[in-house]
């Protein structure tokens, strides 16, 4: 695992005094996103589809500071948008630095290189990079060619001043395995301190609503990627997690586990799904029906996910919920090749997405209207 002892003993203590005050739910990490602007528009993103008056607000340093006390996890998540454009982002980052909670600054790494000096290394703060595969690949599925590049020379110049560096990787329809296996040899290569892969939400409002998985095709996905791994690989997720995407486990969602909070509030019922907002972080526990969301459920909404902020936190309770889930989560660290023949043999299958015969996010560029196309499992 590439998660530093010092934060998985943060976690595991806080995960362990909430279960001895019979908290039943609690947050593991705040989704904070200070605003929704951004400098890519990548075709499977439903979080930049807003009016040019919604893109322009931004929280400040204290709305910020007060959402994360509420919340009271220590871990923070700043997603976007990309939040490197905020003009403070610099003072919201040492503040919860300040506070010791473990920050993970979400970004495309774009302008990570010209903006560094705004930070200083610390053991509390990681850049997780948006990179969603090898060059080709990720340059066509954020819309911007070049892109991969300068997102690795960002990332190479925050490891060469000390940072700690992250990556975190969407895969859609029509990923090659092969080719994500490779990715995962560079990023060590480069000296990444850990990986976290998921597959892609289906947000109603992403330009592109063809390439996104279903269930059954994520599991078969990343059974070919996660089987059989090399020792060199570093991941930065909940191994209980990664077990889940390969279909070894089954894992109900816990979408309290990473609240988001943003200019609107406290966003009803998770980070992906917008069914309304909450003035407090108690608000939204209390009024959200949580009975209408999980696979569980029945929800359209939340069939085919699979999602790193739904499930991870669902891992992670596992794994100290009870003697068993310390023994398997301790069975996956120390066990973690994951032999598997057929795994190999899904490797040398051609690849070809469901609904295209291009295994890249195609952009529409003719007409700005989201496909109703429902999601193949």
């Known amino acids: 695992m590439a998660v530093p002892i010092s934060q998985a003993w943060t976690v595991a203590t806080y995960v362990l005094k909430q279960k001895i005050k019979g908290r039943k739910r609690f947050p593991l990490v705040t989704m904070l996103e200070p605003l929704f602007r951004c400098n890519l528009a990548c075709a499977g993103c439903g979080k930049i589809q807003y009016p040019a008056h919604i893109l322009k607000q931004e929280l400040s340093p204290e709305e910020c500071f007060r959402a994360v006390e509420e919340s009271g996890t220590p871990m923070v998540s700043i997603p976007g948008g990309e939040p490197l ?127 996104f998985l279903g269930r059954a095709r994520s599991r078969r996905l990343f059974r070919s990627i996660l089987s059989n791994r090399k020792k060199t690989w570093k991941f930065n997720a909940s191994p209980m997690y990664m077990e889940f995407l390969m279909g070894k486990r089954e894992f109900a969602c816990t979408p309290w586990g990473m609240p988001a909070y943003s200019v609107f509030g406290w966003q009803k019922p998770c980070y992906l799904l917008q069914d309304g907002y909450a003035d407090t972080f108690q608000e939204l526990i209390d009024t959200t029906d949580w009975s209408n969301y999980g696979t569980e459920s029945g929800n359209p909404k939340c069939a085919n996910c699979m999602v790193h902020s739904g499930y991870e936190a669902s891992g992670v309770y596992y794994t100290f919920g009870s003697l068993r889930g310390l023994i398997d989560t301790a069975m996956a660290v120390f066990f973690d090749k994951y032999e598997d023949r057929g795994a190999l043999d899904l490797l040398n299958e051609p690849v070809k997405a469901v609904h295209s015969f291009n295994p890249l996010i195609q952009i529409e560029t003719k007409v700005n209207v989201v496909e109703q196309q429902g999601t193949t499992v």
Do not use: W
Not at 138 to 160: M, N, P, T
């Open 85 to 211: 454009l905020h003009p403070q982002i610099d003072k919201i980052v040492e503040g919860l630095v300040a506070r010791k909670k473990y920050v993970y600054m979400c970004t495309n790494a774009l302008l990570l290189k010209e903006k560094l000096h705004l930070f200083k290394p610390s053991k509390y703060l990681s850049f997780s990079v948006h990179l969603d595969g090898q060059r080709e690949h990720h340059d066509f599925s954020v819309c911007r060619e070049g892109g991969y590049d300068i997102a690795l020379e960002g990332i190479k110049a925050a490891i060469a001043a000390g940072f700690r560096v992250t990556t975190n990787t969407t895969l859609f329809d029509g990923a090659d395995p092969n080719s994500v296996r490779a990715f995962f040899d560079e990023l060590m290569e480069v000296g990444v301190e850990g990986m976290m892969v998921a597959p892609g939400y289906t947000y109603e409002k992403a330009p592109d609503q063809k390439h």
